[in-house]
C-alpha cells in the first residue's frame, strides 16, 4: 500500500484538475512533494511520509484538509493511490520529473500570459502582478518558476483557460531565469 497520506495529499491537491488522460500532472506533483522531504531550511527538514499529517506540518500538505468525498482510503483504488505509489517506490518516471521543484501551483489565464512571456524572453526579473497565489516557497529574488511543457491544461478553472493544470516552484541564484521550461 503506497502511503495513504501522499494519496490523499495528491487528491486534494490535484483531482480533476488536469484534463482527462493527463497521466503528468498527478505524477509531476506528487514528486515536487517528494521533494519537500530532507529541505531543512523551507520545510522544516521532516523526513517521514507519516509526518504529512502531523499538525506541526499541515500547512506545507494542504491537500490533506481538501480532500473529502471520493479521498483515498486504504483498499480504494485510485489514480492518487497509484501514483502515489509510484513516487513512493522511487521508480523513475520522467512524467515526474521537475528539477527541484518543492511548491506548485495553478496559473490563471493572465497569469500564463506574463509568465510565458517571461519564460520566451529569459529575464531575471519575476513575472510581476500575478494575480494566482504563486505560492510563497522562497523570496521573489530566488524563485523559479517551471514550466513541465507535458502538463495539460487546467480542466476544471475557468479563469485559467489555456493555462496550465500545474507550475512548479525552485530556488534559484537571482542570475538566473525567473522562468524555465522543462519536458
Same mark, same amino acid.
Given at each position: 500500500?503506497?502511503?495513504?497520506? =501522499? ?15 493527463? &497521466? ?12 519537500? +522531504?530532507?529541505?531543512?531550511?523551507? +520545510? ?12 506541526? +506540518? ?51 489565464? &493572465?497569469?500564463?500570459? /506574463?509568465? &510565458? ?8 526579473? +519575476?513575472?510581476?502582478? =500575478? ?16 514550466? /513541465?511543457?507535458? #502538463? ?20 534559484? =541564484?537571482?542570475?538566473?531565469?525567473? #522562468?524555465?521550461?522543462?519536458?
Amino acid at each position: 500500500m503506497p502511503p495513504l497520506a =501522499l494519496a490523499q495529499e495528491l487528491y486534494g491537491e490535484a483531482h480533476g484538475q488536469a484534463a482527462a488522460g493527463d &497521466s503528468v500532472s498527478e505524477l509531476a506533483v506528487g514528486a515536487a512533494i517528494r521533494n519537500r +522531504f530532507g529541505d531543512s531550511v523551507y +520545510f522544516n527538514g521532516f523526513n517521514y511520509w507519516q509526518s504529512m499529517k502531523s499538525t506541526r +506540518f499541515r500547512h506545507e500538505f494542504n491537500g490533506l484538509d481538501i480532500c473529502g468525498a471520493g479521498c483515498p482510503t486504504p483498499g480504494n483504488d485510485t489514480t492518487e493511490a497509484t501514483n502515489a505509489a509510484v513516487i513512493f517506490a522511487g521508480i523513475s518516471v520522467p512524467a515526474a520529473e521537475v528539477d527541484n521543484s518543492k511548491c506548485f501551483f495553478s496559473p490563471k489565464s &493572465s497569469d500564463w500570459q /506574463k509568465i &510565458s512571456q517571461a519564460l520566451q524572453s529569459g529575464t531575471t526579473t +519575476f513575472p510581476q502582478g =500575478l494575480s494566482t497565489n504563486a505560492a510563497s516557497c522562497w523570496s521573489v529574488a530566488n524563485r523559479q518558476i517551471v514550466y /513541465k511543457e507535458s #502538463v495539460g491544461n487546467n480542466a476544471t478553472c475557468t479563469s485559467c483557460a489555456g493555462a496550465p493544470a500545474f507550475l512548479f516552484l525552485q530556488w534559484r =541564484l537571482s542570475s538566473e531565469p525567473a #522562468v524555465v521550461g522543462i519536458p
